[in-house]
């Protein structure tokens, strides 16, 4: 399936968000809740439903919700003001208002195996952000995406769980390794 508005295609098969063209990189979450939106753009999507469709109903602060929502509308070029996209009704929830155009995605039909074809988005399974404590008290986040035998990704002298996704020098690796794998980070 592929959803196209303005200069934006977002295509669930390949998981991928372009503009003109070019690849968007987008954290999956931020992913998940455009697609959610622009699947629902008929009504009103509320928070709680937010909550239940990207983080399986886990419990997440006001703030992480918001945070995608702003993501979302910087990768798709709109922002809390202007709404073009995304509108925000208050005390309800938020709606897609594009003018979207559905189609299909378009088939590989190279038959090249599987492990050369992109992460698909039914393959992907979102990351899950915890936290240990040591003795002192101090909090370690981590991370656990994908399924299958695990690979650990240590920490650089830069990273960020969440942003890291966005990143294209990190985006696309991350994909690969999830395919087939559980990543740790």
């Known amino acids: 399936m592929r959803y196209s508005f303005d200069e934006f295609e977002l295509t669930l098969d390949a998981f991928e968000l372009r503009k003109s063209s070019e690849l968007v990189a987008v954290e999956p979450q931020v992913f998940g809740l455009l697609v959610h939106l622009i699947e629902n753009r008929d009504r009103v999507v509320t928070r709680d439903e937010l909550i239940e469709a990207i983080w399986d109903g886990r419990f997440v602060s006001e703030s ?33 208002v594009g003018e979207v155009v559905e189609g299909s995605s378009d088939a590989d039909t190279s038959g090249a195996p599987k492990d050369d074809q992109p992460a ?12 240990c404590h040591s003795a002192d008290g101090t909090k370690i986040a981590f991370t656990k995406a994908g399924d299958g035998p ?23 690796v991350f994909l690969d390794i999830l395919r087939g794998h559980t990543m740790l980070r």
């Open 64 to 96: 992480a919700v918001s945070t995608r929502i702003k993501s979302a509308r910087k990768a798709i070029d709109d922002d809390g003001q202007t709404q073009r996209f995304i509108k925000t009704v208050h005390g309800r929830g938020f709606r897609f």
């Open 120 to 131: 698909k988005s039914e393959d992907f399974v979102f990351q899950d952000i915890r936290f």
């Open 150 to 172: 695990p690979l650990i990704k240590t920490a650089n002298w830069l990273n960020h769980l969440e942003y890291d996704w966005q990143s294209p020098v990190w985006s696309h």
